[in-house]
């Protein structure tokens, strides 16, 4: 197998290996990789796209549809894919990680957490076909409106996120996976979600330098292959306020000053960010490749984007050598891949690691085990008596947690000989709220549980009769409260706080084994209900009684 450089291709080659589609979709209902596979499929055979963006696939159907892809490709296709939690966050049936601010805390008390979220991640979606991850987020949560990043991001502070994202691109290029650093020059101190609206960071360029940029710069430092731009305005960076993805002097901070020689791979340009300053797909293509983007992440229209960039060199609104560029960068990472690993990571990448250590029992351990140690409790001392009868209330951020809340229901029916299970909506009626107090008052403990995660497109934080039915609890009880994922910024007082800053099913056991941990007596033997329901990603991990060919992690 050889690629050639971006010199020997034609112009239209050149502008198709920019662009990564997307292959598979959570939006609109959902569609597989497999069911994307013929679109896809019709799309190269017209444009000889770089890559694809993977989503909602499935570890026994995804790395087959893959090598074909692959196989009817005249060249290489990179495939990238959003795994901040895990190959598990793309691939049903891959081990999920909890969020990234559980593994930095898990990491920031001695345990490996971060390295082996990347190794593991890594090493699953290599082994699937995947070999681009959009991890890790360098972003630090410095603002706790921020709907978008919060536990998404390492940490709080700009030495904390430093560290764990040195950890994590080391980690994973060790294992020879592509890493790209996101959403430079920083989301992290933003009120806005990019997909919805274009944010803007109004801090200086000093304060910047010491905040937002400390983490690109050591991502730089360490190796990364590329840096995600944010769709966000920075006038300290580019008076004219022009979003990053789209601004000369930003991407030109990355190159100059940071030192940045790999790929500049943009957001996607189907968010509002972006989509609302430049509506047209093929203009906004050209401006971002004009402004020095590499990769132009989930086009709206693959072939009106290659069309306008060719279309722009011939009319000389965008420097031929500059397209060109970004064809051989991409065209680079793909020699860097094949001299790593040789054609089997494009042909046969099952047999890197082995698709059977895929979700195997010890990755599915070290996930469990990051969520535990990432639990906060307070206080510390003394130990709360268990409860005859309890309450449990979720308020979740998002509607969709009632569907994917398994362990944690399941695991509350052991804590108490009497256990009531509730959620409250975000919009609760009349007849839930009466119901749950009702509830309430025919028990002796309450344990109420927040979920409040960063998506995109959805509705961050709890809803205001959510927060006003929390702040009315009576404190006349023994309340107990359980945060799974980022804690409300007001509560009531509480006899004990459990905060474990993810959601996904390892948390939710966290919580529940950590509230067991603080009992003074044994716990007791309850048969919970056996539910049907279950997340998506919560797969049954495979067993795994050979050794463990991936070491350490």
């Known amino acids: 197998m050889t690629i050639p450089s971006a010199e020997h291709l034609t112009l239209p080659a050149c502008a198709a290996q920019v662009l990564f589609p997307r292959l598979g979709t959570w939006m609109d209902g959902g569609t597989t990789v497999e069911e994307g596979a013929l679109p896809f499929e019709a799309l190269i055979a017209d444009v000889l796209v770089g890559g694809a963006l993977l989503f909602n696939g499935h570890v026994a159907t995804t790395p087959t549809v893959l090598k074909r892809l692959q196989e009817q490709s005249p060249l290489p296709l990179l495939i990238a894919a959003d795994m901040e939690r895990g190959a598990g966050q793309q691939l049903q049936g891959a081990t999920v990680f909890p969020h990234a601010m559980a593994c930095g805390h898990a990491a920031d008390r001695g345990a490996e957490g971060v390295a082996h979220l990347a190794r593991i991640t890594a090493r699953e979606a ?85 905040t937002d940029l400390a983490p690109f710069q050591a991502a730089v430092a360490t190796g990364t292959a590329g840096l995600m731009s944010a769709h966000v305005a920075v006038p300290a960076l580019d008076a004219e306020g022009r979003p990053a993805t789209v601004s000369p002097p930003i991407l030109r901070y990355a190159r100059e000053t940071l030192g940045f020689t790999g790929l500049l791979v943009s957001d996607s340009l189907r968010m509002a960010g972006i989509t609302a300053p430049y509506p047209d797909p093929g203009a906004l293509a050209v401006a971002c490749v004009a402004a020095g983007i590499d990769v132009l992440l989930d086009p709206r229209d693959p072939r009106v984007a290659a069309e306008a960039l060719v279309s722009a060199v011939a009319a000389g609104h965008l420097p031929e050598a500059r397209l060109r560029t970004a064809a051989a960068r991409v065209l680079t990472a793909k020699r860097n891949l094949l001299h ?55 308020l979740a951020a998002s509607e969709t947690f009632a569907a994917r809340d398994r362990t944690l229901r399941e695991g509350v029916m052991a804590l108490a000989s009497t256990v009531h299970y509730r959620h409250l909506a975000r919009q609760p009626s009349e007849e839930q709220v009466r119901d749950i107090e009702a509830t309430i008052q025919a028990t002796d403990h309450l344990l109420v549980v927040t979920v409040v995660q960063p998506a995109a497109w959805q509705q961050f934080g709890l809803s205001a009769p959510q927060q006003a039915w929390l702040a009315r609890i009576a404190t006349n009880r023994s309340l107990w409260l359980g945060a799974l994922g980022r804690p409300p910024t007001t509560t009531p007082p509480a006899a004990l706080r459990l905060v474990t800053y993810s959601d996904v099913p390892a948390a939710q056991q966290a919580l529940v084994d950590a509230l067991q941990a603080r009992f003074a007596d044994t716990p007791l033997a309850t048969d919970a209900p056996h539910t049907e329901d279950s997340w998506k990603t919560n797969a049954t991990p495979r067993d795994e009684q050979s050794p463990d060919v991936f070491g350490a992690a």
Do not use: W
Not at 156 to 167: C, G, K, M, S
Not at 358 to 378: G, L, P, T
């Open 340 to 394: 790593r690993f040789g054609t089997v990571i494009f042909q046969h990448p099952e047999s890197i690691y082995g698709l059977e250590r895929v979700s195997c029992r010890r990755h599915q351990e070290r996930a469990e085990a990051i969520a535990q140690q990432a639990v906060e409790v307070a206080p510390q001392d003394g130990a709360p008596e268990r409860p005859s009868s309890l309450a449990v209330v979720v």
């Open 126 to 210: 290599l082994t699937c076909g995947v070999q681009m991850l959009l991890a890790p987020v360098a972003d630090i949560d410095r603002n706790p409106e921020n709907p978008i990043i919060a536990t998404r991001a390492f940490g709080h502070t700009p030495t904390a996120v430093t560290r764990h994202v040195e950890t994590y691109v080391r980690a994973a290029i060790t294992e020879g996976a592509l890493t790209v650093a996101k959403h430079f020059p920083g989301h992290g101190g933003t009120t806005t979600d990019s997909h919805a609206a274009l944010p803007e960071v109004s801090d200086t360029r000093a304060a910047l330098e010491a």
